[in-house]
């Protein structure tokens, strides 16, 4: 073999090197956020008072929260924090194939997900419920859904139709509304003011979201039909990343932040915080 062949196969089997070693440097998002001071986290843009998009970009509690456990991970430069929305749709796919870090977008954590991701947190806990028109007086516990078959919105990736409809509920109830499909929440929002559908079930948090921006338009149930523990999405398998996260949620109940958090979305609305943090569900 001669000089310069020889120096070609060394640069070759370096560069290789390097990108086995790149890979492998950013195995977990805590090397990420450690080595390139940067990460991408999925987050709703269409919950108003968790995330929503706006003007000056995507606020809300989870927005909050997704920034504050960046920052514990080590990205100190709120820049270099990037902020992608993640559908219920996308949500397991974005994390698969590397669209984004972290998903922080009211992502309940389920049995039914644990085999597609890892969950740091939860990093707070909340109700399903149900949203109507104001002005509706048919409908005043989930059992009213029965009647006539009253339109219920589904949103594509969501669980909370499936608690309605197939009985995962406290309750053990099988509630046989009529589906009707929807993009997101917000389009559920505006198919319920537009008589498309008669009732939207989701978490409290989302509802109260809505209903605050839009005041006498609609009203919430007030009756808790799940418990809903809100993770922070990885990858499946990253344990390391996981166990940081979970590091982080507890710092933000320790030093105040959550509550701080959830005054400032949620203080208007009715919500009551609970101060205790929630159980860890396990990284795995």
Known sequence: MNVSRYGVVLAALATGSMAVS????????????????????????DQPGLGEKTASGAQ?????????????????????IELKQARPA???????????????????ITAARKPKVTFGGPYIVTHQDIMTRADDTSIKTVTDLKKR?????????????????????QLNIKVPARLIPAAGYQDCVTKLKGNSVDAIS?????????????????????APLTDE????????GDLKG????????AAMYSDGTTKQLWNKWFGT????????????????
Do not use: H, M
């Open 202 to 222: 989701t978490d409290a948090t989302i509802l109260a979201g809505f209903s605050a921006r839009e005041p006498g338009v609609f009203k919430i149930d007030n």
């Open 60 to 80: 809300g509690f989870d927005v909050d929260v997704a920034k504050y456990i960046a920052k514990k991970l080590g990205v100190t430069d709120e820049k270099n």
């Open 22 to 45: 790149g890979c492998s440097a950013n195995s977990s998002i805590v090397d990420k956020a450690k080595n390139d001071k940067k990460l991408v986290i999925g987050v709703s843009y």
């Open 149 to 169: 078959k009253k339109r219920l919105c589904q949103v594509a990736g969501s669980n909370s139709w499936k608690n309605v409809t197939e009985g995962s509920n």
């Open 229 to 236: 523990r809100y993770g922070v999405g990885l990858k499946k």
């Open 242 to 249: 996981c166990e940081a996260v979970n590091k982080a949620i």
């Open 269 to 284: 609305t009715g919500l009551t915080f609970d101060a205790t943090p929630p159980a860890p569900e396990g990284c795995s």
């Open 90 to 108: 996308n949500r397991e796919t974005f994390l698969q194939n590397g669209t984004v870090d972290l998903v922080v977008a009211t992502y309940s």
